[in-house]
């Protein structure tokens, strides 16, 4: 709530905080725009008239921000000129009162602003929810089909989407975070699509060659995830997934911490699966020796604290 007298500061404040409000303060549109870089409210009231910056250049400046164009904002003034009620609207306010006021004329439409706003922004979650639901399913059939023209690939995403949220939920992620997490681990292969046959179904060792090409497929998947807004949150972990502690990965041969967790997470995962499969020059690695393999490459290849989770999940499945 902006507006440069105190009284009225004051006055409503004190109105919409028995109304129930969590409310903040600002004595001017420079003062309020300190505070909306500390937070991000869920409506903003602003008088007209101010020193410093005025209610019309706070609007302005807020309504070009992507990230605070939504939030309701309501002007507060005593000019009831229609042109200038229609100069403001034009430029982002969703409401203009007049001043003088009644409060409860001002808690009741703050009120119905924000029901109407959190009722937009259910839509549009729950829209956004079924687009992704609806992607995910799609693009988790191609790489289904991909697998499946190889008996050594196959069922891999599903495996390691199993066993990473095992992972996730060893290191305490919520329900929205294991989400997240099992689709990161259906889709991390997903740049494979873009790879040649000749090369992904070569019955044995890949050359110089063949190896600099298949090394593509994380930037691959994260290019054809790019545009889609709603999936934005997995790319790291397609992008990053063969990355090592050490540096030596790929594509980017990050290290340590600047491998995003996620993708941490995946890369115990995929390498477990890896070496349990059978592939055409080489029998896979019994449970036993699989673990061993990963405990040697804690540090160096994979993250500590992502692999003391994954045998964290596997003893706790074998006490079940």
Not at 30 to 53: F, G, H, Q, V, Y
Not at 151 to 170: K, M
Not at 274 to 284: E, I, M, N, Q, V
Request: proline share 4%.
């Amino acid at each position: 709530m902006v507006d440069d007298s105190p009284s009225i500061r004051n006055m409503i404040e004190k109105a919409l905080r028995q109304s129930g409000f969590q409310v903040i303060c600002a004595e001017n549109g420079l003062k309020a725009l300190e505070a909306l870089n500390r937070t991000t409210p869920d409506m903003i009231l602003s008088d007209l008239k101010m020193p410093e910056l005025d209610g019309l250049g706070l609007c302005k400046t807020v309504h070009a921000n992507q990230d605070l164009c939504q939030i309701p904002f309501i002007i507060m003034s005593s000019d009831g000129d229609r042109a200038t009620m229609r100069r403001l609207l034009q430029n982002g306010a969703s409401a203009y009162l007049v001043k003088p006021f009644n409060v409860d004329q001002l808690v009741v439409t703050a009120e119905r602003f924000l029901s109407e706003h959190f009722s937009g922004i259910l839509r549009e979650r729950e829209h956004l929810q079924s687009e992704r639901q609806f992607l995910i399913g799609s693009i988790t059939s191609l790489i289904l089909a991909l697998e499946a023209r190889d008996q050594y690939t196959r069922g891999h995403s599903e495996s390691v989407a199993a066993v990473v949220v095992d992972i996730a939920r060893e290191m305490s992620q919520n329900e929205e975070q294991l989400d997240t997490v099992k689709i990161a681990g259906k889709l991390h292969d997903l740049g494979k699509i873009g790879i040649r046959d000749d090369i992904l179904l070569k019955p044995g060792p890949l050359n110089e060659e063949e190896w600099k090409i298949l090394k593509r497929h994380p930037l691959i998947g994260a290019e054809i995830l790019a545009p889609i807004q709603s999936l934005k949150d997995i790319i790291p972990a397609l992008l990053s997934h063969h990355e090592r502690l050490d540096g030596k990965g790929y594509p980017e041969g990050l290290k340590g911490s600047q491998i995003p967790l996620l993708a941490r997470m995946v890369a115990v995962a995929d390498t477990y699966d890896a070496l349990t499969s059978d592939r055409p020059y080489r029998k896979g690695f019994s449970h036993e020796e699989a673990l061993k393999i990963i405990e040697d490459i804690k540090g160096s290849q994979l993250c500590p604290d992502c692999v003391q989770s994954f045998l964290k999940s596997v003893e706790s499945k074998m006490q079940d």
